[in-house]
Structure formats: C-alpha cells, structure tokens
C-alpha cells in the first residue's frame, strides 16, 4: 500500500489534480472578487407620476431606498393603493440618473 504511493502513476494524478484544483480557483476566483467590489449600497428612488405623465408628490408615501427588490416591492404596494398614479424607480450611478423601472409594476 505504501509502495502505491511511489509509483509514477500517482504523481500523475496528484500533479492532474494540482492543476485542476488550481485552474478552478484562478477562474473563479476573480468573480467572487468582483462580486465583493460591487456590493456597494446604492440609491433607488420612487418616482411618482398622475395619469397625464406629470410628477407628483404624495404625502407620507416612502420614497428612497437601498435595495431594488424593496423599492420595486413598495411601488407595487403604493400601485394598488394609488391606481390613478403610476410609479417609477430611478436608480443613481456617479451622480447620474437613470429610470430604471416603469412598466410592470
């Protein structure tokens, strides 16, 4: 049993298995990385809108969030409690805008 270890054939193996064991973290390794750097918390905020397009402001309705799930979740609640108004989320990037969300909600 001891000599099996000896044999050419394992170093083979161990070397094959070396390389494969390393080859699966060099791939992977840079998308748990990049994964970590993204997870930054980031702005979304409610848009609200009357039937003729123009913004409007409800009040006590919450209209900042961290999480996009959240704010998607709370604009369809606010769409059933609100029917003549439709509702928007704008998610910030670098100081910059964007409308993400309107349709479907």
Partial sequence: MVDDL???GFFII??????VTA???LAFFPT???KRIHSKSMLYSLVVSDVYG???TLPGIRTSFKNK???LSF???YKKQFPL???GIIHEVNGIEKLIITKHI
């Fill in 6 to 8: 000896k044999t050419p």
């Fill in 14 to 19: 161990a070397i094959l298995g070396t390389i």
């Fill in 23 to 25: 080859g699966f973290f």
């Fill in 32 to 34: 748990l990385f990049k």
């Fill in 54 to 56: 123009n913004n409007a």
């Fill in 69 to 71: 799930d959240v704010a």
């Fill in 75 to 77: 604009a369809k609640f």
């Fill in 85 to 87: 108004y439709n509702f």
